[in-house]
């Protein structure tokens, strides 16, 4: 009988449980209350949980919905369902106010917390106003009290029924149901959350500006030095800095976040941690030549680095269409262990490297995952701990900037190592140049005095043949003066090569023109003028044997005009000779194809007969930039030789020869070749 009463006792309980499940109990004031702490609405409340999670699902669709106790709802306790099991949760709440002072109205706040949004309606009869929103990721509003208290005002002799929808994405900051206060205990309370974070703030803080001077100061090292492993932890400081600053935004309310984009105030809502560990890939792959000294690893880690970029495009989709994953738990999966694969891998390759910066790179590696995964990402919570010890070791963010700056530290003392190893190794190098140079110029030294000494005897026995040279020196400068020992000397080898060759036709006819030239010049070179036609036959037969010698590469014409008479104008012998050897050694001999030289006379004047030389060569600034030195100062020999020639004559006859030269070019620009125009007295 005892068990039978017992159990009903039981049932009834639970009935009668049930049955206050589901109804609304007014909170009721009398009066104008005078709070130190805010009321909570959870007893007074019943609550809705969205199965789909939409959030466009309307108030009255809603408030057809069945309401009950908080109790029979999981997912609305933050110390009990911090990870969510859905990206998006949507908890609808109702509670009722009654103001029973017959003239004075209520004048309190809704604090609901720390969510995505929130957003207050009034129910009056069958008809919902929408009162206002609030929440981290709402536009700034004109609240008083910030954007998280929502204004409640109830007429006297009145109960207000309200509806509140509370959205929230991936984590759960603090419970659904928030708490009713009055001005002065809501800024009691924020007072109160001000000083349990100052520190916390304050170390933030620090750690922030230190990111941000870390990357400045790296971007002016690569700026000066233009070495990429500065860039690459420049860029990796500047994400860890925007990371942080990115989770500081909402925890201190710095109002940093665009209106035109409020999503991106969620600390969720754009993730840094695919593309950090990017420019942490980026930066160790740079030190320590992953490519090069760890090839199969480096098949491995490339595809990840590609993976990486890929989910951060769409991180970056996700701040125009919202979260892509449904589930919360795939979505930290994805988050968080790509970027934890990349860096084992890279913790893998800094173990393998031998490079003399592994301490420091292991260190900081280490140190990062190892505090930054202490508080597992806030799954847990410790609890009873002071306000301000409470805020940092349930604070993840402050691990993850924990462990960044202490990374970042360590880095920069690998950067700062491996200036030092440059700067030694540029000092060893230098040494050893100078001892290098040291024992070359000591030898060169010997070489030079040496080569004096030899000199000096060679400069005694010289000194016995100069006076019996000079006789024949002298015999033999009209000759070199009027035709460069160089063609000679070619034209003697153009003979051994024909003759080598077994081309003796070749070889013979060759040696025919080369004698009639010759005698041509010795015959000229006794005669202060000669006829024209005897200057002409002896440049044709130079243009002949030269042409021979280019194996046909080399066209020339000789226009003469039919008023000139050949054999009657006299002219200096080999005036015209010097300028036709410049046109093909300067202007043709760099052309494979070969060239063309035309010499042209007309009859300006009766006492001016006008010569002109084009070829169409490569140009004389680009013959300047191919001549070899040697080749430079023959050539130029002739032409000199000429200019004092014309000079001399010039001022011996009274007359007036000149001497121009034109650089032809063609219709794009371009060296077209070279003409030479002699205007010369007869």
């Known amino acids: 009988m005892a068990v039978r009463v017992f159990l009903l006792i039981i049932v009834f309980s639970l009935i009668v449980q049930f049955v206050c499940a589901q109804l609304l109990q007014p909170l009721h004031f009398k009066t104008q209350p005078v709070l130190e702490h805010g009321i909570a609405v959870e007893p007074y409340a019943l609550f809705y949980r969205s199965p789909s999670g939409d959030t466009t699902e309307s108030i009255r669709e809603v408030a057809q919905q069945r309401f009950i106790s908080s109790v029979l709802i999981p997912g609305t306790k933050f110390i009990h369902n911090r990870q969510m099991k859905r990206t998006t949760q949507v908890i609808w709440l109702q509670f009722q106010i009654a103001n029973q002072h017959s003239s004075d109205t209520l004048r309190l706040w809704y604090a609901g917390g720390v969510h995505a949004y929130l957003s207050l309606y009034l129910k009056d009869n069958n008809s919902f106003s929408h009162l206002g929103d609030a929440g981290m990721c709402t536009v700034e509003s004109n609240q008083p009290l910030g954007k998280y208290a929502m204004s409640l005002k109830i007429p006297p002799l009145t109960t207000n029924h309200y509806f509140i929808k509370v959205v929230d994405h991936l984590l759960l900051f603090e419970d659904v149901a928030g708490a009713i206060h009055t001005s002065q205990s809501y800024q009691s309370s924020l007072l109160a959350e001000s000083n349990a974070v100052r520190w916390l703030f304050f170390v933030i803080s620090m750690i922030i500006g230190c990111l941000l001077f870390m990357s400045l100061y790296s971007f002016y090292q690569f700026y000066l030095n233009l070495d990429k492993a500065f860039l690459f932890y420049a860029l990796y400081a500047a994400l860890a800095f925007l990371w942080i600053l990115k989770f500081a935004n909402p925890r201190f309310e710095l109002g940093l976040t665009p209106a035109s984009l409020p999503w991106l105030a969620h600390p969720w809502s754009f993730s840094f941690s695919h593309i950090l560990s990017l420019a942490y890939a980026l930066f160790l792959i740079n030190l320590l030549s992953i490519p090069q000294e760890q090839p199969k690893l480096w098949q491995i880690i490339r595809p990840l680095m590609v993976l990486l970029f890929i989910l951060q495009v769409l991180v970056g989709i996700q701040l125009f269409t919202g979260i892509l994953i449904p589930s919360a738990p795939m979505f930290f999966i994805i988050d968080t262990v790509p970027s934890l694969c990349m860096g084992v891998l890279l913790i893998i390759a800094t173990l393998r490297s031998r490079s003399r910066l592994k301490p420091y790179l292991l260190a900081g590696g280490i140190s990062l995952y190892v505090i930054s995964l202490s508080p597992i990402h806030g799954i847990f919570l410790v609890e009873n701990a002071s306000p301000q010890v409470y805020a940092f070791v349930n604070y993840p963010p402050f691990f993850m900037a924990l462990g960044l700056f202490i990374e970042l530290f360590c880095f920069s003392l690998a950067l700062a190592y491996r200036n030092k190893l440059v700067e030694d190794e540029k000092n060893t190098m230098q040494k050893h140049y100078t001892s290098q140079l040291e024992s070359d110029l000591s030898q060169r030294t010997k070489e030079i005095r040496e080569k004096s000494r030899k000199l000096e005897e060679q400069q005694e026995g010289s000194i016995k043949l100069a006076y019996e040279q000079k006789l024949a020196e002298m015999e ?44 041509l010049v010795l015959e000229n070179s006794r005669s202060e003028k000669v006829t024209l036609k005897n200057e002409l036959d002896a440049l044709d037969l130079y243009l002949q044997m030269e042409a021979m010698r280019f194996k046909d590469k080399l066209n020339f014409t000789i226009d003469v005009d039919t008023e000139i008479d050949t054999g009657n104008i006299e002219i200096p012998p080999m005036l015209l000779q010097p300028y036709v050897e410049n046109a093909i050694w300067h202007g043709l001999m760099h052309k494979k194809e070969g060239g063309n030289v035309r010499i042209r006379l007309i009859k300006l004047q ?34 000199k030789v000429t200019n004092e020639r014309i000079s001399l004559i010039n001022q011996l006859y009274q007359t007036h020869t000149k001497v121009q030269v034109n650089d032809l070019i063609d219709n794009e620009g371009t060296a077209a070749g070279t003409e030479v125009v002699l205007e010369i007295p007869i």
């Open 476 to 519: 033999m400068t009209a000759l070199r003066a009027q035709m460069n020992p160089h063609f000679i000397f070619n034209c003697l080898n153009s003979i051994k090569l024909y003759t080598t060759d077994n081309e003796a036709a070749k070889a013979s006819a060759y040696i025919t023109k080369f004698s009639r030239l010759i005698r």
């Open 606 to 639: 009766s006492d001016c007969l006008q010569v002109t030389i084009t070829d169409d060569g490569i140009g004389r600034i680009k013959s300047a930039s191919l001549k070899s030195k040697s080749v430079l100062a023959n050539k130029s020999f002739g032409m």
